[in-house]
């Protein structure tokens, strides 16, 4: 996929590539290719403007995350058989351009086994982004997104620099989720937001254990979570590291305190077979994202009940996957709630864990201070490491950075289970 860049405004684009990406999937017209997978050869090329870009920190927030591309493809595919290689490269690009910072983008596809006389046939596009309507303008249409943007104007100002990028879909998507959210909390926006503004005002003292079995935290960390931030980013990649180890396969999988219930929202839309269970000790947590859930119409696929980390309501080896997200370091025996997480999944079955890198806070009793302390913690277990990574704090997008100076951000690793456990 070598090209010459095409314009001047391609030219002033840092252009980011994954090339021949070989995917098994359902792809073609015939009858015999309804039938099974084959494999299918995928490039993408993303021409992402400099100036949005240009890493200062060497932080990965600063740039487009590659794994995003791949997050897409394995969405898509996901979704199940598509007939035509021409949907499939405008489904692509249509997902790929709605990434705020991609100024445009070109996709290809390539069967490699339809004729034996020549490599591979195919199709590509290109398409960049059109000049769209003024921020202001799209707005009016959305009358809580023009709300919850006011709020966010209060917060760091390159996150409006970021608002003023997004194209439909995104106001859209916030305007159904926004009033998901209204629903879920049984009040106004206007009161929501409030409940917003009070826990970003919390000291990190009075942010604990007692304060997250109240209503208005729920409201408060699901709003966070559709803004523009440190929390969105987290579940974007526990969002990718599902689709990557599960690679589109139905799946039962558990959220153990899954909070307000968005990660498995975001979970069960992405993938229709999916079925899941909520944990959470808190029964105002449980209680708001079964409503929550319920609003979205995925209620009948994700069951939400209070329970604890150390004594799961599932039997053995009943797990396809398994999230603990920012869970291990709110117990004093990480260890038992590892060993009960290893007992639920199938051997074969994947782990994912999301955990704070030394953050010492007074309800956070157990404390992992590097990634080289959380992977020799699960070394312990027979679980085998199948990636890592540190999802970081943007200092000049997330709050967070200003409450906690020098937090390094989240590790998030993807975990198996061996076989013969």
């Given at each position: 996929?070598?090209?010459?860049?095409?314009?001047?405004?391609?030219?002033?684009?840092?252009?980011?590539?994954?090339?021949?990406?070989?995917?098994?999937?359902?792809?073609?017209?015939?009858?015999?290719?309804?039938?099974?997978a084959q494999r299918v050869r995928i490039n993408v090329e993303l021409f992402v403007p400099l100036a949005v870009s240009t890493?200062?920190?060497?932080?990965?927030?600063?740039?487009v995350d590659y794994d995003f591309i791949r997050r897409v493809i394995s969405e898509r595919i996901a979704r199940g058989h598509i007939q035509l290689q021409e949907t499939l490269c405008d489904d692509l690009c249509a997902r790929l351009l709605a990434h705020p910072r991609v100024h445009a983008v070109r996709v290809s596809t390539e069967k490699p086994d339809v004729y034996p006389d020549c490599d591979a046939i195919g199709v590509e596009v290109f398409r960049a982004r059109p000049p769209g309507p003024d921020l202001r303008e799209r707005l009016a249409r959305c009358p809580r997104s023009a709300a919850l943007l006011a709020f966010e104007r209060e917060g760091p100002a390159s996150r409006m620099e970021r608002y003023?990028?997004?194209?439909?879909?995104?106001?859209?998507?916030?305007?159904?989720?926004?009033?998901?959210?209204?629903?879920?909390?049984?009040?106004?926006?206007?009161?929501?937001?409030?409940?917003?503004?009070?826990?970003?005002?919390?000291?990190?003292?009075?942010?604990?254990?007692?304060?997250?079995?109240?209503?208005?935290?729920?409201?408060?960390?699901?709003?966070?979570?559709?803004?523009?931030?440190?929390?969105?980013?987290?579940?974007?990649?526990l969002v990718l590291q599902a689709a990557l180890?599960?690679?589109?396969?139905?799946?039962?999988?558990?959220?153990?305190?899954?909070?307000?219930?968005?990660?498995?929202?975001?979970?069960?839309?992405?993938?229709?077979?999916?079925?899941?269970?909520?944990?959470?000790?808190?029964?105002?947590?449980?209680?708001?994202?079964e409503v929550y859930l319920?609003?979205?119409?995925?209620?009948?696929?994700?069951?939400?009940?209070?329970?604890?980390?150390?004594?799961?309501?599932?039997?053995?080896?009943?797990?396809?996957?398994?999230?603990?997200?920012?869970?291990?370091?709110?117990?004093?025996?990480?260890?038992?709630?590892?060993?009960?997480?290893?007992?639920?999944?199938?051997?074969?079955?994947?782990?994912l864990v999301s955990l704070p890198l030394d953050l010492a806070l007074g309800m956070h009793p157990t404390v992992f201070r590097s990634r080289e302390d959380i992977l020799g913690f699960l070394a312990r277990f027979p679980l085998e490491p199948v990636e890592h990574q540190v999802v970081p704090v943007d200092p000049e997008l997330d709050a967070i950075a200003g409450v906690f100076p020098g937090f390094e951000g989240c590790f998030h690793g993807t975990f198996r289970k061996r076989e013969g456990v």
């Open positions: 996929m070598e090209r010459a860049v095409d314009t001047p405004e391609l030219g002033r684009c840092r252009r980011i590539f994954l090339r021949d990406y070989e995917v098994q999937m359902g792809l073609g017209v015939h009858a015999y290719e309804k039938v099974g890493p200062r920190e060497d932080q990965l927030g600063e740039v003023a990028r997004q194209d439909d879909r995104f106001f859209a998507e916030w305007e159904r989720d926004l009033a998901l959210v209204e629903r879920a909390a049984a009040k106004p926006l206007g009161s929501c937001l409030e409940d917003l503004r009070a826990f970003n005002a919390l000291p990190a003292e009075t942010e604990n254990d007692a304060w997250y079995e109240r209503p208005e935290a729920m409201v408060s960390m699901h709003l966070d979570a559709l803004c523009l931030g440190f929390s969105r980013r987290r579940l974007d990649r180890c599960t690679q589109g396969r139905p799946s039962r999988f558990l959220d153990v305190g899954s909070g307000c219930g968005r990660l498995a929202a975001l979970l069960v839309t992405h993938n229709p077979t999916w079925e899941g269970l909520c944990v959470d000790r808190s029964a105002c947590a449980a209680g708001y994202a319920q609003a979205l119409g995925v209620g009948d696929r994700v069951r939400c009940v209070t329970g604890d980390l150390t004594a799961l309501p599932v039997g053995d080896d009943s797990l396809d996957l398994a999230i603990a997200a920012e869970v291990l370091e709110h117990v004093t025996e990480p260890e038992r709630g590892v060993q009960e997480l290893v007992r639920a999944l199938r051997p074969g079955g994947h782990l």
